[in-house]
């Protein structure tokens, strides 16, 4: 009994001993003297170290044992937990993962999907079925690799997004991938970036929202711009938790920063036109300082060969002069930059193109008046009266009457508006006593009749500044006009439903004073006069501003110069060269072109600059001007088919004459006929029976269609006189 205790212990204690180290337990010899030894050997070579499995991937060792002192090599397999690990792994049975049986004495060992501790220290036994007691063991270390989280973003990190509005949310999407564990969703979490030069002190909901869309994607949504980003950019950061609450991704960063809008966002303009730009910083204070912007060069890729892109009015923030166009370009599509003070690297943007010719408006909702009235002696009773929409780029749509006298057969069509803001019909305005006479000759030679009123006498008084009430400026507000007149040509029906022509051609407008500045800009500015290469083509064929044109240097007109003058009128009273200044009341026809009809303290553009000393507004001022370019060779191209007729009052003393004048020398190429002169009219030319009659002969021989004139033109030796320029020039 002493000797079995003995062998028993001897046996335990070269166990515990070799467990660690060899892998096999030698047997002391039984009772037949044989000693049995069993050796385990695995690949990967024990001590293993491999990784928990996965559904796709299980991890294994390939175990042998070798029994010597036998020639059974029978083996019984079993698993344990490494009883001498410093961390012991409490996994039981299948938790200490799994054998398949592949042999006698060969078995393949397939790691747990998961583990309490890693590493998990896994003790495998190969025990011998000779006598069941002699044993060898191998470790292999089974380990859960670490737990992983990485997120990915579109757009990819760092993202830059702007504030959110109403409309238009500003998001960035975000997928997490977690690595090593089962479940694979994760929280999301946000935070002020704690690295940006300019820490966001915004918190909660000013940070944005994060919103899970899956288990393990989500949609970041900027905050709104109330309250504003206390900075901009306000950095983010975006983080994603896996679901053992321990592993966090490295945190992916969100810009959000102001949005500036300019607007117009998109616009077309004529060719030294001017539009007014305003923006609006989303997001930032709406304090003065919040909003402010300075407004950049303009850009042009398009532009070469010495185009450029205009530039901003110093003296008038976000009023953007457009350039000329040089011979060999047509338009030119400009960048408009506003940048916030808020955040200089947000800027924004807006695109304009610039034409040849200012655009054009629509006419829209054609309407038969009720009633027409006859003209001031009573006759032309049979007219019809239309109101009409005019839209125009810019500026408010404006309500306009037409007084309609259709002849029997007739030669041509004739436009005609009175002076000022042209509220009123031409035959029965309050200032002219014979105004209806000058409409009745040209109507009895055969001639349609369309007179063009912005007000009266529909309009209860509510447009006594008809097309000059603005704001948007002359030169745009006159877009009302030239729509007008380019609707008359191209819709002959509308005004004549019996008519089969396609055009009203020939096409002829006379305006005074005012009106002859709104027939001078639909001519040039406009394109109706032709020359242009885009645009609309000539449509005007014969054209008789009198007295004036009043608007063709605004510039001069308002900031009062004394030192420049127009050349001398036509009339004998015409003793010198006179200022292009304007009086008071002339100056008060214009304030109204920019200002919101009713507002109280309304700008005095015009008036504020006839002292000459207030020079804010010049640039404005000069780009709204019919010769908006007047020290080029060519300022006011128009078609050599466009016959000009241009008349005066001996008695005038306004500055409608040496504007007119400066216009006259402007032209090219310069006009077959000289300026006239009606003596004894003043600037209200058909006051005078004489003057309505010298306007209607002049519109009677001259309202042609262009290859007629030019014939009639050719038997009228000679041709025309070159007159010298102003003094400006």
């Known amino acids: 009994m002493r000797n079995f205790l003995s062998s028993a212990i001897f046996r335990l204690i070269v166990a515990a001993v070799l467990l660690p180290l060899g892998g096999c337990i030698a047997h002391a010899p039984g009772s037949g003297g044989k000693q049995l030894l069993v050796s385990v050997t695995s690949t990967p070579a024990a001590p293993a170290s491999i990784n928990i499995s996965t559904a796709s991937t299980p991890s294994t060792v390939l175990y042998s044992a070798s029994v010597t002192g036998t020639s059974n090599q029978a083996v019984t397999w079993s698993l344990s937990d490494y009883s001498s690990a410093s961390t012991v792994c409490t996994a039981t049975g299948n938790g200490l993962g799994t054998m398949a049986i592949t042999g006698t004495s060969t078995m393949t060992y397939t790691a747990p999907t998961s583990v309490p501790v890693s590493p998990c220290g896994i003790a495998v036994t190969a025990t011998s079925n000779e006598d ?293 019909f031409y035959d029965n305005n309050p200032l002219w006593t014979f105004g209806y006479e000058t409409v009745e000759n040209v109507f009895a030679k055969s001639f349609n009749t369309v007179q063009v009123s912005f007000g009266a006498p529909f309009d209860g008084g509510t447009q006594p500044n008809g097309w000059l009430q603005g704001p948007g400026g002359v030169r745009r507000l006159a877009c009302r006009f030239a729509t007008v007149s380019d609707w008359v040509y191209n819709n002959p029906k509308m005004i004549n439903p019996n008519s089969s022509a396609t055009t009203s051609a020939p096409l002829c407008a006379t305006g005074n004073s005012g009106g002859s500045g709104a027939v001078a800009y639909a001519a040039f500015q406009y394109g109706l006069g032709g020359k242009a290469t885009t645009g609309p083509a000539q449509e005007f064929a014969m054209i008789e501003p009198t007295s004036g044109p009043l608007m063709t240097r605004l510039d001069l007109g308002c900031v009062c110069n004394n030192n420049v003058n127009g050349p001398v009128g036509p009339c004998t009273s015409d003793t010198g060269p006179a200022p292009l200044c304007y009086s008071t009341s002339e100056a008060a026809i214009i304030d109204p072109a920019y200002q919101v009809q009713g507002q109280s303290n309304p700008p005095t553009v015009c008036s504020d600059g006839l002292g000459g000393t207030v020079t804010t507004n010049f640039n404005r001022l000069a780009s709204d001007s019919i010769d908006w370019e007047p020290f080029t060779p060519n300022p006011i191209p128009l078609s050599p088919d466009l016959t000009v007729n241009m008349r005066f009052g001996g008695t005038d003393q306004s500055a409608a004459v040496p504007q007119g004048m400066y216009w006259d020398s402007a032209i090219r190429p310069v006009p077959t006929s000289p300026p006239a002169c009606t003596e004894d009219a003043s600037i209200e030319i058909p006051n005078m029976p004489d003057g309505a009659e010298n306007i209607a002969t002049d519109i009677i021989n001259g309202c042609k269609l262009p290859a007629a004139a030019a014939r009639s033109a050719a038997k009228k030796k000679p041709v025309g006189t070159q007159r010298a320029p102003s003094a400006e020039r």
């Not at 000013?206 to 970041?220: E, K, M, N, Q, R």
């Open 132 to 424: 069941n007691v002699t044993a060898g063991q191998a470790l292999v270390n089974v380990s859960a690799p670490p737990v992983t989280v990485t997120v990915t973003s579109s757009p990819a990190s760092p993202a830059s997004v702007p504030v959110s509005t109403t409309t238009t949310p500003s998001t960035v999407e975000y997928t997490a991938v977690v690595a090593n564990i089962g479940n694979p969703a994760v929280t999301w979490s946000l935070a002020a970036d704690p690295n940006a030069t300019n820490v966001c002190t915004a918190t909660g909901a000013a940070l944005g929202t994060i919103v899970s869309t899956g288990p393990d994607t989500a949609t970041y949504t900027a905050p709104p711009p109330t309250p504003p980003l206390p900075v901009s950019p306000c950095g983010v950061t975006v983080t994603a938790t896996a679901s053992d609450n321990l592993t966090m991704s490295v945190p992916l960063l969100v810009n959000v920063h102001v949005l500036v809008s300019i607007s117009p966002a998109t616009d077309f303009i004529g060719q030294g036109a001017n539009l007014q730009y305003s923006a609006t910083v989303t997001g930032a204070p709406t304090t003065t300082q919040g909003q402010a912007v300075t407004w950049g060069q303009p850009s042009c890729t398009d532009c070469t060969n010495g185009q450029t892109a205009g530039s901003f009015d110093p003296n008038n923030p976000g009023l953007y002069i457009a350039p000329g166009l040089t011979s060999t370009v047509t338009s030119a599509a400009v960048t408009i930059t506003a940048t916030p003070s808020f955040d200089p690297s947000s800027p924004g943007t807006a695109m304009t193109t610039v034409q040849q010719t200012d655009p054009l408006g629509t006419v829209s909702g054609l309407k038969t008046m009720s009633s027409c009235p006859a003209d001031s002696a009573g006759n032309l009773a049979d007219g019809t009266c239309y109101s009409i929409n005019v839209s125009c780029d810019g500026v408010a749509d404006l309500t306009t009457y037409l007084k309609v006298n259709l002849a029997a057969d007739p030669i041509g069509t004739v436009l005609f508006v009175i002076g000022g803001g042209g509220s009123g």
